[in-house]
């Protein structure tokens, strides 16, 4: 499926972009909208950005299918980013701030820096990624939320169509925003296109352009069923199915040019591939024309007797004898150097014997061609020669004595430059080694580099065997090319052929230019892209001529609805004095209403605990509630007529920036909650006030005025007072209290940094002495012939090899506890460190009868990277354990694959015995320091508890941690530790 959407990416580029031009001629048709219900958008706003849009796509179809240019890409990117300029334009239009206006244009300029400084330092790509980023997400995101709110305003029927139209256009935001082209820095180096398409198998393109069709259709539905439910006197309501007929034909289209240019791509991919086997065929039997007979020649060399003479005469006439004549050989078959090998891989006779780069005496055992002679195939080989400097074919074929044993080879050298003329003629083909090593090319430039990437071991691998001599072996393709696949190179498409030669896994690679492919398929899509615009074109014909007609039918109906207005005038005159009459008893009933509510609102602020006030246009006081003298402390004559400014500056309890700013907030006319202050009253208490205000305005609109309560919080302040001198007190108490705990835990820390030292300094003093009394006992065992002396001296020396042991593994203990033990990171084969962790236990094993196995997983690689000594101590201590505890059967070394990333493997370890096992209660304390199952295991057994201990912290250090399992009753001991080798390397 992902190479049918890799084929098929110029037609969805197609029809991305034909989704957003159906969306513009949608919204274009529109036009202000229908009934008023869509008044406030802005369609032509959105039509402008599905038409520039739609461009950009189609530009970025001619871009895949012509070829880029860095001037294309920066043009392509000025379309979009302006195409998100309309988008963001539609949604700020739509959006109303605080005052009931729309939001202002500025937001524009910041987004559209910050797209420039993206681009100047990242390049076009990050210009690219950041206008998505900045402009189409809050865009898009912005734009989904306006269309989801007015959906609202529509009739029932039509507002679910409106409001997936916002949905999917929020869908849209993340698809075109947040999935970008790859960049080199985060998020895009992670979430991009090529991320969506390993992830879905699809491309992001055609996710767009449904929904962007979606989009166009839920657009027109919701206006259509907002005409259909409403009151409009359009002519022909409700019956606008020429939307739907044409959404069918362009369906029709859209399929018909899919199979057309589907059609016309394979046909050119058919001639292409033809002509591209035709050309291999070619070069092919060209190589085997002139390979063959060399091949053919060394199998009759090696049967001929003399050939056999030289092999067992190699003194110094005898050689220049055979050096003669293999040269008149070379002569007659026109090969670079013809040459015998030895069974010890020493050359012996050479067609260049006695000149400064004879091969006599040189030793070629190493080569592949060689050991294959050896086996007895025969060999084939394309390499650097490493005397000669130049490239050739190598054959082999073993010369066998006779009684039929391989006594050396026959080999014959043929330097091939001369094929590079024969691939002249092509300039993009290669002859290339199974690893992908182009050792033949048309282009001279690319000779001994990879045509795919190399992993570092192999690299390493071919430079060590010097086959191609110091080969850069840079990558020429990302990926490796596979025959019948389509690619880019420097900017253009090409088709691969490859054929295999022989059996060795060389092959001719050849890329087959196919912009005719694409020129092909761009042309279908042409005459599609014109058939579908010609029916947009028409539908916005229609549209427009539906809109002028239902303009002409509503002032018809004016017109009428005036005439029988004027029928009508006059018994509404005598309906007016009906009603006059009845108003004048409305207002009188309404005028004594109004007196009562008067009376109940003074009850009210009378019992109530604030007071109620109240100023004019200039901000003076105009009313204060009754209650206000009683509560406030000072009689409403005292500030009638006064600002609230003057008020506050009358008295210095209120800092001066808290007044300023109350002052600047009372200018902008907008309302305010619990401005704190104090003032002094009559009788010389201080008192706390908080006000709240709203502001009120006059019939015409202007600003009339402030109006609020107030209220005395001054027990309120009191307690906060309070509150905060408790607080301050707590935070000295906790700062005592972490003082001294600090001052607690780096006595703590003294003391466990002097233990750790004791035990480095006690283990290496310890140390010392046993080594040699280790050495001494080895000397003296060395030389005691009596049976009884050996053994008693063998004894202190097993002694004292358990004694040094436990004391490495304090050492090891007080340098893990203290964070010291260094970790190394380098590479390692697995099966050396199975050698050595078994290597040292193998011969008590053996005594005791235990039989040591191993099992690897075939699935792990065979190098890893790690700190092999680490790994090595951690077997050693579970086989050790193994050892002790068996008394018979066999001890199982296990290594399995538990999980594979892209740089890391997850590895799990296990020795599995038929020892005497762990009960499932012990199980937990096995890993403690000086601990072990039970004190019977430590009298019969010994040991001091501390192997498991420093396994697991080193297994801690390492990766992942220790576990130890015992089925209960199995007779079987099962401990696994899992750990990180990363950086898999192929060998």
Not at 498 to 516: C, D, N, Y
Request: with cysteine; charged share 20%; proline share 4%.
């Amino acid at each position: 499926m992902n190479e049918f959407f890799q084929a098929q990416l110029d037609y969805i580029f197609f029809f991305y972009g034909l989704g957003f031009v159906l969306l513009g001629a949608v919204a274009l048709a529109l036009g202000r909208g229908i009934q008023g219900t869509q008044a406030e958008l802005r369609w032509r706003l959105l039509a402008l950005f599905g038409l520039s849009h739609g461009l950009n796509e189609w530009l970025d179809l001619v871009a895949l299918s012509t070829g880029d240019s860095a001037a294309f890409k920066w043009a392509r990117l000025v379309v979009m980013a302006l195409s998100f300029v309309f988008l963001l334009e539609f949604a700020r239009s739509a959006s109303r701030g605080a005052a009931g206006r729309p939001l202002a244009r500025l937001i524009h300029l910041p987004l559209l820096l910050s797209v420039i400084v993206a681009g100047l330092l990242w390049g076009q790509g990050g210009a690219n990624v950041f206008t998505r980023y900045l402009l189409a997400l809050p865009a898009g995101l912005w734009a989904g939320a306006i269309l989801f709110r007015h959906a609202g305003k529509l009739p029932d029927g039509a507002r679910g169509w409106l409001a997936s139209a916002g949905i999917a256009m929020g869908l849209y935001a993340v698809a075109a925003g947040a999935i970008v082209p790859g960049a080199a820095f985060p998020p895009a180096n992670l979430i991009n296109h090529q991320a969506f398409f390993d992830l879905t198998g699809t491309p992001i393109q055609l996710w767009r352009g449904l929904l962007a069709c979606w989009i166009a259709l839920a657009v027109w539905e919701s206006s259509r069923a907002a005409l259909a439910l409403g009151d409009s006197p359009l002519p022909g309501k409700g019956r606008l199915d020429y939307f739907h007929w044409m959404a069918i034909v362009l369906l029709l289209i859209l399929a018909a040019g899919w199979a057309a240019t589907d059609r016309l791509g394979k046909m050119y991919e058919e001639d292409a591939r033809d002509e591209a086997s035709d050309d291999l065929s070619v070069l092919h039997t060209g190589i085997a024309a002139q390979l063959t007979p060399l091949e053919q020649f060394a199998e009759a060399l090696s049967s001929y007797q003399p050939v056999l003479d030289m092999l067992a005469d190699t003194n110094a006439q005898s050689q220049q004898q055979a050096d003669a004549t293999l040269a008149r050989y070379n002569q007659v078959f026109q090969a670079s150097v013809i040459y015998l090998i030895n069974a010890s891989g020493i050359v012996v006779a050479a067609s260049n014997g006695g000149q400064p780069d004879s091969f006599v005496g040189r030793d070629y055992g190493f080569r592949p061609y060689f050991r294959q002679a050896m086996a007895g195939q025969r060999g084939r080989y394309f390499a650097l020669g490493i005397t000669s400097g130049t490239r050739g074919f190598y054959t082999s074929f073993p010369i066998r004595d006779a009684q039929g044993k391989i006594v050396g080879a026959a080999v014959i050298k043929k330097d091939i430059d001369y094929m590079d003329r024969q691939l002249a003629n092509y300039r993009n083909a290669f002859l290339v080694d199974p690893d992908g090593v182009v050792f033949l090319s048309g282009r001279q430039d690319l000779l001994f580099d990879a045509l795919w990437p190399l992993p570092a071991a192999l690299q390493q691998d071919k430079r060590a065997s010097r086959q191609f001599g110091d080969a850069r072996l840079e990558p020429v393709f990302g990926t490796e090319p596979i025959n019948g696949a389509r690619l880019r190179y420097q900017g253009e498409a090409y088709g691969v052929a490859r054929q295999p030669i022989g059996a060795e896994g060389w092959s001719l690679v050849l890329l087959k230019p196919m912009a005719g492919l694409l020129a092909s398929r761009l042309m279908a899509i042409g005459i599609t892209l014109l058939l579908a615009v010609l029916i947009l074109i028409f539908f916005i014909v229609v549209q427009i001529e539906v809109r002028n007609a239902a303009k002409l039918q509503r002032r018809t109906d004016d017109l009428n609805a005036a005439l029988r207005e004027a029928g009508t005038a006059s018994r509404a005159l005598h309906e007016n004095e009906q009603r006059l009459l009845a108003t004048n008893l409305e207002l009188r009933q309404m005028a004594e209403q109004i007196r009562r509510d008067a009376e109940r609102w003074h009850d009210f602020s009378l019992s109530a605990s604030d007071w109620f006030w109240e100023t004019d246009a200039q901000q003076r006081f105009c009313y204060f509630s009754d209650n206000f003298e009683e509560v406030y402390g000072l009689p409403p004559e005292q500030l009638l007529g006064r600002s609230r400014k003057e008020l506050l500056e009358a008295t210095d309890l209120t800092p001066p920036h808290l007044i300023q700013a109350h002052l600047a907030q009372l200018e902008t006319h907008l309302p305010f909650r619990d401005f704190e202050y104090q003032v002094r009253g009559n009788d010389g208490a201080l008192r706390w006030i908080a006000v709240s205000g709203t502001s009120y305005f006059d019939a015409q609109g202007g600003f009339a005025g402030y109006r609020g309560t107030g209220s005395i919080i001054t027990e309120r302040k009191r307690l906060e007072r309070e509150l905060l001198d408790h607080q301050a007190q707590l935070e000295v108490k906790i700062r005592r209290r972490t003082r001294d705990l600090q001052q607690a835990r780096d006595a703590a820390e003294a003391a466990n940094r002097a233990k750790t030292q004791f035990l480095a300094n006690m283990s290496h003093e310890l140390r010392t002495p046993l080594n040699a009394i280790l050495g001494m006992a080895q000397i003296v065992g060395n030389t005691l012939a009596e049976p009884q002396l050996r053994r008693q001296v063998d004894t202190i020396a097993q002694a004292g090899r358990r004694l040094l042991g436990l004391v490495n593994q304090v050492l090891d203990m007080s340098r893990l506890e203290a964070d010291t033990l260094p970790i190394e990171a380098r590479d390692f084969a697995l099966r050396s460190v199975f050698d050595a962790a078994e290597s040292s236990l193998r011969e008590h094993a053996e005594a005791k009868g235990l039989r040591l196995a191993r099992e690897i997983d075939p699935a792990l690689p065979p190098a890893l990277r790690g700190d092999p000594l680490r790994l090595e101590q951690i077997l050693t201590n579970l086989l050790d354990n193994a050892v002790k505890f068996s008394a018979q059967g066999r001890i199982t070394l296990r290594a399995r694959l538990v999980e594979a990333a892209r740089d890391d493997i997850l590895l799990r370890f296990e020795v599995e015995d038929q020892g005497i096992g762990i009960d499932a209660a012990q199980q937990a304390t096995v890993f403690a320091s000086f601990e072990q199952s039970d004190g019977s295991t430590t009298r019969k057994y010994g040991g001091m508890g501390l192997g498991l201990a420093v396994s697991k912290q080193l297994v801690r250090v390492h990766g992942r941690g220790n576990r130890g399992q015992q089925p209960a009753g199995a007779g079987q001991y099962l401990l696994g530790g899992d750990s990180i080798a990363a950086q898999q390397r192929a060998v």
